[in-house]
């Protein structure tokens, strides 16, 4: 993976940045040594690193306001880091950014239950977002597997999803405004707790920017009072056509299951042998979710069940209790646990037409033998969105390569067949140089302008999303900028 | 008047290149908002492209009556979920609308509180900009975060990003059954608060409205017809302490009715539509001195009557925004459609038109 080399004349400027900064933030917020600023060298796609020239650790918007003015005068490049749990490399720095850190801004600053939101510092994790609102029985429902770690803020710049996104949408869906500090420093306000925000839709294109845009300090969030109650069932198949065309039955039915998780043998085996939690060996588990009150739960189930059974399958397993719905649950969710115990693992975040399925798992079973890499599926079955696990050994000489090499034909084929490279995940690094195959150059031109537009010399994470090539001259401004 | 009507995207695309001054976009040919210009219409430009129903996806060309639209997903027992106005009762119209126009006006009904709004179930976009060029993002999956997200961008631009010549939906099914309980309040402020109880209720209430000339708010439940009785009851039950409550005798009428704002239907002066955070709904009220309200999204979205000519802003204490929906091409001139931005905002706008309509042909004027 290819990153812009360094610009000399930022890195010959260090101490003299370190200076300003220190006139702006507390001595503890700037971080400039190097065993300290190696902490940011890379974020969950660890496979790339490079430690950044500085780390700054904001406490409040008016320090985001006053760093990103004194970058923006120096031609600093900046690169924005919530929890660093980014699957695509969003945050990774170069070696001659400073990375803008808003972990220690995880203020709850209004909840509002008559109103139904809650603002909060965009540093606040996502789980301790839903934490606050708990008592009162809400909750925030986007919810990505990482919502221990990850930031709010993080989840805006990429848009992120979760397991019961069929439902409850994701965080583009759940986002009401945001304070945001622009390049220069300026800070905006958009949206609120009122709804569809008036003139352009700013907020929607700021969600999913990738810290390309500008720094999201403040956010507001919609919450939902959680229902009364919830349960899966796990029905087994002994084919994904099958196992697919259940789905496709169900939502047809008009049953809309708040998560719809699907997952193919290989998965299915690791998970057993990692979690044991008691699935049938077959070729296409599904693990669905309805909620609501006791009743509604086994109306809801009921009508699943008669549609799986016109379908032949192996297994149909509903739990009577909570103990028998956490263990349905549990093989589901130690997956990427279980991969990672049988090797290191790439997660793919590729996105189908449901109805391409089978083709898709084919396809890529063929090419897990040409490429001689074992590959996982987990499947947010409802909507589309996979996560293929490739297997390879880091230790071994040209597997990373190889692993990359499979993931992005995975990726094209994902396109190909109708979708799309990303369904939660971002761009990132990682798929920044498969953006031709899904846009046109002039689709892409259109988004670098929207860019050109928020932060005109190009300096926010600029070296993410697009393919280097094609944003080669607009990075070249902050060159002769500094 | 002149008019162009393109039947394909490639002669939308040249009709736009080769443009030589303003293009006023019309959608279903509906009253549109009388900018200068010749006038574009994307009526030529129907028909559907796709529609998997297990996969709840449609593709759509822009110019394609709602109607028909709804008529397609309504033979799967489908529906678009966001509920979207029809406007010619409000307007004392007899247009087509298209779904075009809807989404270049993010429009969206009472169940926006609940499924989202338009942009909410926007997919993806094909589109011309302003020089000419033929552009889409997005696409035809429920999930996809590739690249920046210009389809909320175009959701909401009212043509002046650019003309919309496909959009793909997201679609839902439609629920079995819905119940709507009335809740006979003594005032605003007692109706907002039951319906604020409703929302922050575990029942998935899909609509929240007020009707204060009968003093009633209307709370809706949907789906499957055992579920939507049972919530219908607790919410009887849960409601009783704001005022008397029973379960509405029409539930589809009174919903169609809020939707369209059928309160104003035939009712002169001017309307405007305004966005609050709902509980500031009790403050604003009294300050617009309307002749005629309506309240939808548990307070959040007012609709109010004035005598023609007034302005309505001046009298908003509160934050959010208000539109000018319905008044004389000199009124709307003189107070602006749409809530003026504060200029940090007002100057990215600018620049994003700038951007996508560098020669500022499309709707010029029109949002700033
Ligand atoms: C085990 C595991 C499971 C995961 N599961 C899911 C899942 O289910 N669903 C899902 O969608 N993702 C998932 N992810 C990916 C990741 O957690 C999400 O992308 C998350 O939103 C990143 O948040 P973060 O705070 O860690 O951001 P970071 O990794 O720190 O940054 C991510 C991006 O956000 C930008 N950014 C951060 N803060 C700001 C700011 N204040 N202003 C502007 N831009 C900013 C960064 O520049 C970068 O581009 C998973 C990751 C892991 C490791
Ligand atoms: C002054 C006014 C304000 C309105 N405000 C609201 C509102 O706040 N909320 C609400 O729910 N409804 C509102 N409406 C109603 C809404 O415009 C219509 O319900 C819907 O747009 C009808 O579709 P149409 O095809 O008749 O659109 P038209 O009336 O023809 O067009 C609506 C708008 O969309 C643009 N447009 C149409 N087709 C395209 C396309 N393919 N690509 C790009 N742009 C296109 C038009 O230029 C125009 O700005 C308003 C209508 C008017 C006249």
Redesign the pocket.
């Given at each position: 993976m290819q990153m812009p080399s360094p610009n000399p004349a930022i890195l010959a400027r260090k101490d003299a940045l370190v200076a300003r900064l220190a006139e702006v933030l507390p001595a503890d917020a700037v971080i400039q040594d190097e065993a300290e600023t190696r902490v940011y060298e890379c974020d969950a796609l660890t496979a790339y690193k490079c430690p950044p020239l500085l780390a700054v650790l904001p406490r409040s918007t008016q320090e985001v306001s006053d760093v990103l003015r004194i970058c923006h005068e120096e031609g600093v490049p900046v690169v924005p880091r919530g929890a660093g749990t980014s699957l695509a490399g969003g945050a990774l720095p170069t070696a001659d950014c400073v990375i803008l850190g808003v972990a220690r801004m995880n203020e709850v600053l209004e909840t509002d239950y008559d109103n139904r939101f809650i603002r909060v510092q965009a540093g606040r994790t996502n789980l301790s977002v839903s934490g606050a609102v708990e008592e009162e029985g809400f909750f925030y429902a986007p919810d990505p597997s990482s919502q221990l770690a990850c930031a709010i803020s993080g989840n805006i710049a990429m848009n992120s999803g979760g397991a019961h996104c069929l439902k409850y949408g994701v965080t583009t869906n759940n986002l009401l405004g945001v304070t945001m500090v622009m390049m220069d420093g300026s800070v905006v306000e958009i949206g609120g707790a009122h709804l569809d925000a008036g003139g352009l839709d700013l907020l929607g294109v700021i969600c999913g920017s990738e810290g390309q845009l500008g720094v999201v300090t403040e956010a507001t969030l919609r919450i939902l009072h959680k229902p009364e109650g919830a349960r899966p069932v796990l029905i087994a198949f002994d084919s994904n056509e099958v196992a697919g065309a259940c789905v496709s039955d169900i939502i047809k039915a008009g049953v809309l299951p708040v998560a719809i998780e699907f997952m193919d043998r290989p998965c299915i085996e690791a998970c057993e042998a990692f979690a044991k939690a008691g699935y049938p060996m077959c070729e296409a588990l599904l693990v669905i979710e309805v909620e609501g009150s006791a009743a509604e739960i086994d109306h809801q189930l009921a009508l699943i069940a008669e549609i799986a059974r016109a379908h032949n399958p192996v297994e149909l397993r509903e739990a009577r209790d909570a103990d028998e719905a956490a263990r349905i649950w549990l093989g589901r969710k130690s997956a990427f646990g279980a991969m990672g115990q049988i090797n290191d693992y790439m997660c793919l975040d590729g996105t189908i037409p449901v109805s391409a399925l089978p083709t898709v798992l084919r396809r890529i079973g063929e090419l897990s033998k040409e490429f001689g890499l074992d590959v996982a599926n987990v499947f947010h079955a409802g909507d589309g969105n996979m996560h293929p696990l490739i297997l390879f050994d880091a230790n071994k000489p040209g597997d990373l390569e190889t692993c990359e090499a499979f993931g992005a034909e995975i990726l094209k084929l994902c396109v190909e067949v109708g979708g799309c490279l990303t369904g939660e995940h971002g761009v990132g690094i990682e798929k920044r140089d498969l953006m031709l195959h899904q846009y046109s150059a002039a689709d892409l031109e259109a988004q670098l302008r929207v860019k050109d537009v928020f932060d005109p010399k190009w300096l926010l994470n600029p070296a993410k999303v697009f393919p280097l090539s094609v944003t080669e001259s607009r990075r070249g401004v902050v060159m002769s900028a500094a | 008047m002149k008019m162009m009507t393109p039947e394909t995207e490639a002669e939308l695309a040249d009709a736009i290149a080769n443009a030589e001054g303003p293009l006023?976009?019309?959608?279903?040919?509906?009253?549109?908002?009388s900018?200068a210009g010749v006038v574009l219409s994307?009526q030529g430009?129907t028909g559907v492209e796709l529609y998997e129903p297990g996969a709840l996806t449609l593709v759509v060309r822009?110019?394609t009556p709602?109607a028909e639209v709804e008529a397609l997903l309504s033979a799967e027992n489908q529906q678009l979920a966001f509920e979207?106005?029809?406007?010619r009762g409000?307007?004392g119209d007899a247009?087509?609308?298209?779904?075009?126009?809807?989404?270049?006006?993010?429009?969206?009904?009472p169940r926006r509180i609940q499924a989202g709004a338009a942009r909410d179930h926007l997919l993806g976009v094909r589109?011309v900009d302003g020089s000419g060029q033929v552009l889409k993002n997005g696409g035809r999956v429920m999930k996809n975060v590739t690249g920046y997200d210009l389809v909320k961008l175009?959701c909401g631009?009212?043509?002046t990003l650019?003309?919309?010549?496909e959009v793909s939906l997201k679609v839902l099914p439609r629920p079995e059954a819905a119940v709507t309980v009335a809740v006979e309040g003594r005032d605003l402020s007692s109706a907002v608060a039951a319906m604020s109880a409703a929302l922050g209720s575990p029942y998935d209430v899909t609509g929240a409205a007020y009707d204060p000339d009968r003093s009633v708010a209307y709370v809706r439940v949907e789906g499957f017809s055992s579920s939507a009785a049972y919530r219908a009851e607790r919410l009887v039950a849960e409601l009783g302490r704001f005022g008397s409550t029973r379960l509405a005798e029409d539930s589809e009428a009174v919903w169609q009715g809020i939707r369209d704002v059928a309160a104003f239907h035939g009712r002169t002066g001017d309307v405007w539509?305004i966005s609050v955070k709902p509980s500031d709904a009790v403050t604003l009220a009294p300050q617009l001195q309307a002749e005629a309200l309506q309240f939808d999204w548990g307070g959040g979205l007012i609709w109010a009557l004035v005598p023609e000519g007034t302005d309505l802003r001046a009298r908003i204490t509160v934050p959010g925004h208000a539109?000018?929906?319905?008044?004389s091409a000199e009124t709307?001139a003189r107070l602006g459609?749409f809530q003026p931005q504060p200029a940090p905002l007002a100057a990215l706008s600018a620049g994003l038109r700038q951007q996508f309509d560098p020669r500022g042909i499309?709707?010029s004027g029109?949002m700033g």
């Open positions: - | 006023a976009i019309q959608g279903g040919g509906s009253r549109g908002l900018v994307t430009l822009a110019g709602v979207p106005m029809d406007h409000l307007l247009g087509t609308p298209t779904i075009g126009g809807v989404i270049a006006a993010n429009v969206s009904g589109f175009m631009a009212h043509g650019g003309v919309l010549s539509r539109t000018l929906v319905r008044a709307r459609v499309l709707n029109l």
